[in-house]
């Protein structure tokens, strides 16, 4: 029997692209042919996103535009699955008439027998923190790629939908993050982000403590990973012995991802956090005070209900007077089935928007200040790319994460993508620098970088 041609939009985080890559392993492992453009696919899956109003609606909009390949191109199948699926499976089949198939993330082995494979096995939900990455397709460059350590969430922060959806929080073994690790190393990754929905609180489950600096230390080991990138850190999990691997070990980027939400005290409280004002204040100063180089990015959300003018005003001063390196500032999305979804005194929409304004142009300051500083000074950069348009290559200092962060440009031949250099800062270019390799050194190792 012919092979169906299979093709997949991925929307949101990278939690998603995991799973994305998973399931194009999986697809691809039965024999089905991947395709890149949705033009020329029988199958097409859409993995959608569900956080927050902005990304369901991306979602629906690309549901809606996909489902004209069924009239217009060769689709003859359209499977909706991820966060939004497993959130509103129901809703989607029934308003959505040209989906075929809608699959939850506990049921990525369906999709296998869905996408028309011949090849019928057992496969476990990556819900369950599988082995499956061994049938990853990765969809990053060659030289980076994300590493999810542990899926779900305990916190429950009463804004927030991911344990609805993801479930609780649960970690994969040591040895089994240890060898997918490895294997991308013998891939020729050279950066791993370390990701999942609470990357602080990994190993609680199952060794009955934190086990990150003992993940960091090892991983550390591996031969041919230079860099290793920690994202969505919690606040409230930190603790002595992860915030002294972070400066002892040479791999680790001197970079946190350290989603605050907020910083008063009442709004803290409601919105679940378990850390107050002076906890955060307190964390920042062990953290830039053990790792001097530290790049600090966070993010905040504006117009939670019941947040007043001064519950705003002192978010506004504690990101002036803090200098977070890197920020994203969202505003607040009403999220049913959510506690504070039921909440009092809902902030309009226009105050929201207001104030998301005004600690975007607070921090745009912040930015342009401590990058005018970094003129003239020498930093690491790995280079992710050759620009189409004019020759020049982009990369990434040791403190932008990919995608999310700041690009350094760079005039320069000899150069190759996957590269980490040492390179001098010349100039800025709104919230990009613009750089220049020192001396076409090469860093061969962490060490070299940190120089």
């Given at each position: 029997m012919?092979?169906?041609k299979?093709?997949?939009?991925?929307?949101g985080?990278p939690?998603?692209?995991?799973?994305?890559e998973?399931?194009?392993?999986r697809?691809?492992?039965?024999?089905?042919?991947?395709c890149?453009y949705?033009?020329d696919a029988e199958?097409?899956?859409?993995n959608t996103?569900?956080?927050?109003d902005?990304s369901?609606?991306?979602?629906i909009d690309?549901?809606?535009k996909?489902?004209?390949?069924?009239e217009d191109?060769?689709c003859?199948k359209?499977?909706?699955?991820?966060?939004l699926?497993?959130?509103?499976?129901?809703e989607?089949?029934?308003?959505?008439?040209?989906?075929?198939?809608?699959?939850?993330?506990?049921d990525?082995?369906?999709?296998t027998?869905?996408?028309?494979?011949d090849?019928?096995?057992?496969?476990?939900?990556?819900a369950?923190?599988?082995d499956?990455?061994?049938n990853?397709?990765?969809l990053?460059?060659?030289h980076?790629?994300?590493l999810?350590i542990s899926?779900?969430?305990?916190?429950?922060c009463?804004?927030?939908?991911?344990p609805?959806?993801?479930g609780?929080f649960?970690?994969?073994?040591?040895e089994n993050?240890?060898e997918?690790a490895?294997?991308?190393a013998?891939?020729g990754?050279k950066?791993?982000?370390?990701?999942?929905q609470?990357?602080?609180s990994?190993?609680v489950?199952l060794?009955?403590k934190?086990q990150l600096?003992?993940?960091?230390?090892k991983?550390s080991?591996?031969?041919?990973i230079e860099?290793?990138?920690i994202l969505?850190t919690?606040?409230?999990?930190?603790?002595p012995e992860?915030i002294?691997?972070i400066?002892?070990?040479d791999k680790i980027?001197k970079?946190i991802?350290?989603?605050?939400?907020?910083?008063?005290?009442?709004?803290?409280k409601?919105?679940?956090?378990?850390v107050?004002h002076?906890?955060i204040?307190?964390l920042?100063?062990?953290?830039?005070?053990?790792?001097?180089?530290?790049?600090?990015?966070t993010s905040v959300?504006?117009g939670?209900p019941?947040?007043?003018?001064?519950h705003?005003?002192?978010?506004l001063?504690?990101i002036?007077?803090?200098k977070f390196?890197?920020?994203?500032?969202?505003?607040y999305?009403?999220?049913e089935?959510?506690?504070a979804?039921?909440?009092?005194?809902?902030?309009?929409?226009?105050?929201k928007?207001?104030?998301?304004?005004?600690?975007?142009?607070?921090?745009?300051?912040?930015i342009l200040?401590?990058?005018?500083?970094l003129v003239g000074?020498?930093?690491s950069?790995?280079?992710?790319?050759?620009?189409k348009k004019?020759?020049?290559?982009?990369g990434?200092?040791?403190?932008?994460a990919?995608?999310v962060?700041?690009?350094v440009?760079?005039?320069?031949?000899?150069l190759?993508i996957?590269d980490?250099?040492?390179m001098?800062?010349t100039?800025?270019?709104g919230?990009?620098?613009l750089?220049?390799?020192?001396?076409?050194k090469?860093a061969?190792?962490?060490?070299?970088y940190l120089?």
């Open positions: 012919k092979s169906k299979v093709a997949l939009i991925n929307l985080c939690k998603n692209l995991v799973d994305a998973e399931i194009l392993g697809v691809a492992g039965t024999g089905s042919t991947i890149q949705p033009e199958v097409l899956i859409i996103c569900g956080f927050i902005d369901k609606k991306e979602s690309t549901i809606f996909m489902a004209k390949l069924k191109a060769c003859k359209l499977i909706v699955t991820g966060c699926a497993q959130r509103y499976p129901q989607l089949q029934k308003e959505i008439p040209e989906i075929d198939h809608v699959v939850g993330l506990k990525f082995e369906k999709l027998e869905l996408s028309g494979s090849h019928k096995r057992k496969l476990t939900s990556s369950q923190c599988s499956d990455w061994r990853r397709i990765r990053t460059p060659k980076y790629a994300y999810r899926d779900g969430c305990d916190n429950r009463t804004y927030c939908a991911i609805g959806i993801r609780s649960h970690s994969r073994t040591i993050i240890l997918e490895q294997q991308m013998c891939e990754v950066e791993i982000n370390v990701i999942s609470d990357t602080t990994y190993g489950d060794y009955g934190q600096h003992v993940l960091l230390e991983l080991g591996i031969d041919g860099w290793i990138r969505y919690h606040p409230r999990h930190f603790y992860l002294h691997a400066g002892r070990y980027c970079y991802d350290l989603p605050i939400q907020h910083i008063n005290d009442a709004i803290l409601e919105m679940g956090r378990g107050t002076a906890d204040e307190t920042i100063d062990d953290l830039r005070s053990h790792t001097p180089q530290l790049f600090l990015r959300i504006v939670f019941g947040e007043t003018d001064e705003f005003a002192e978010l001063a504690f002036t007077s803090a390196e890197r920020l994203g500032v969202f505003t999305s009403k999220e089935g959510t506690p979804a039921s909440f009092k005194k809902q902030v309009p929409k226009e105050v928007e207001q104030r998301l304004k005004e600690i975007m142009i607070a921090q745009q300051k912040i200040k401590k990058h005018k500083k000074t020498t930093i950069a790995m280079i992710d790319e050759k620009s004019n020759g020049q290559w982009l990434r200092t040791y403190g932008d990919p995608d962060d700041s690009k440009i760079i005039q320069e031949n000899h190759e996957g980490i250099t040492n001098m800062i100039g800025t270019a919230y990009d620098l750089g220049a390799i020192v001396n076409h090469v061969k190792n962490a060490k070299e120089k």
